[in-house]
């Protein structure tokens, strides 16, 4: 007898039914499917609960019900977060200008903007998914932020030349102020959006939404920023949607370090 044999006649058999012979000999053999017994056995001697305790349990079930309104559908979400991507990064440009833009040749902008748009789309799936527990992910959680941050890199330093640089700091500083002006407030938003959703990892979905207003913040650098040295977009450009991430872990992390002490503190 096999263990998944063994596991069909488990199942199938009452408290009060004896073992065919050679499943007891099967459970002398194997240790799995022995403690699987002693622990099925251990659980049939445990004492029902009386009829006063059922219904204590069965009030505090019913003072805890609340109504709870439904999601919206996913779409919704996601025409919600490429509202604010096209909204935030057209404001951005329109007050800081788009000379950044005008020196980009074709390529480096097909390559730029199609990597940041295909990001905003993965990043924006994945906040949506983790709105619902038990939803499928194409790419996990933990690794989308990283790989993003990864390809990033690997695309603008493949585009743009690197080269020294008098005014590095002075110049890379006001680059990522601009784009951090534009990342915080749009990431803040978008957490009181995500708090809607039964989110059971805050610090992933913090991550996620960080990474996403990185991005805008990122894309509205390079719409305005005329600088073309790959030194200062690796450092600089790049380093708003890093810096965004990673606050927005740990805000996650944060906010799942409270709940966890209020569920302690409450038990």
Known sequence: MTCREMDSVISSCSS?????????EHV????????????LDATRELPEPSNSQLKRIQVGMVENLKPVRPLPPSRFFLLA?????LAVVAAGALMLGTNGWGVLSMGQKIAVFATLAASAVLLALSMVRQ???????????????IAIL???????????RSEEESAFVANGLMCMRNGLA??????????MVLRRGAILFPKLVGAAAGGFAGLIGLSVIEINCPNLNGYHILVWHWGVVMI??????MLGAAVQYIERWRNQKMS
């Open 81 to 85: 977060f490429a509202i604010v991507f």
């Open 182 to 191: 534009y990342s915080i407030p749009t990431a803040l938003l978008f957490w």
């Open 16 to 24: 009060n039914s004896l073992v065919p012979p050679e499943a007891a």
């Open 244 to 249: 965004s991430s990673l606050a927005g872990a």
């Open 131 to 145: 709105m619902v527990p038990g939803s499928k992910h194409a790419i996990s959680p933990t690794t989308l932020p």
């Open 28 to 39: 002398i053999r194997c240790e799995r499917c022995r403690r699987l017994v002693r622990l």
């Open 150 to 160: 990864a390809v990033l890199m690997l695309v603008m330093a493949a585009v743009f």
